[in-house]
């Protein structure tokens, strides 16, 4: 599976859009992108995922780059719940369904 | 439907103590799985079944054995604890009908102590 880099940490503010980058510049055609939440102590939430169409969500958008080097999720009106560890994961079908989940970017949404 | 449940929430055992986590889903998916959560490390998977009967190893078997004798139910054994083994732990499952790309469910998390 492709490696994924990811910031940190990411601050926004209560309302406002939280755009999360991710940077996938291995992934190759059959491989999608997932993205997961966890909120503290809880266990990881599914958001949504893609392969090279903009996909969107209750939850969420997902943003593809042409190239699918990378991708940005978003969440258009971040509230204090989305407060939580993202992970951008990809994978393909042919590593059935194991989720390889890196460090993540933790998003502080501040009132 | 309560999802995936886990038991116990926490736990605390001795070095060399044995115990199994609990791992339950009332949505008849067939593919369960465990992860074990450490600081810094993300989730990495310990390991999987896609049915009743089927098991397999992922990234960090060693010192875990599981069993699915059913389709609800996914029991992760400790043979012998270890302070390694001090973690978070997740099971999770997801239906295999429909495509690999389905969303993963997951837990709510034991937190195990070895001393």
């Known amino acids: 599976d492709a490696k994924t880099t990811q910031p940190p940490s990411m601050d926004c503010a209560e309302g406002r859009a939280a755009n999360l980058p991710c940077n996938h510049s291995?992934?190759?055609?059959?491989?999608?992108v997932y993205w997961y939440r966890q909120i503290h102590s809880q266990g990881p939430q599914y958001i949504i995922h893609g392969l090279k169409n903009n996909e969107t969500n209750e939850m969420a958008s997902l943003i593809i780059t042409e190239d699918r080097k990378s991708s940005t999720l978003i969440l258009p009106h971040a509230t204090l719940r989305d407060t939580a560890v993202y992970y951008c994961i990809v994978r393909s079908q042919t590593s059935g369904s194991r989720l390889t989940f890196g460090e993540g970017t933790q998003l502080t949404v501040n009132p | 439907n309560a999802g995936v449940t886990q038991t116990p929430k926490f736990q605390v055992l001795k070095t060399g103590q044995s115990m199994t986590l609990q791992c339950a889903q009332d949505m008849n998916h067939e593919y369960m799985s465990w992860y074990r959560q450490d600081p810094g490390m993300g989730l990495r998977l310990i390991h999987y079944?896609?049915?009743?009967?089927?098991?397999d190893q992922g990234e960090v078997p060693n010192g875990y054995n599981v069993s699915r004798s059913t389709t609800e139910d996914f029991p992760l054994r400790l043979l012998s604890a270890a302070p390694s083994q001090t973690s978070v732990y997740f099971c999770?499952?997801?239906?295999?009908?429909?495509?690999?790309?389905?969303?993963?469910?997951f837990g709510p998390g034991t937190r195990l102590t070895v001393l």
């Open positions: 291995t992934i190759s055609g059959n491989e999608y």
């Open positions: 079944s896609v049915g009743a009967g089927i098991t």
């Open positions: 999770a499952s997801r239906p295999l009908s429909g495509g690999f790309y389905n969303e993963q469910f």
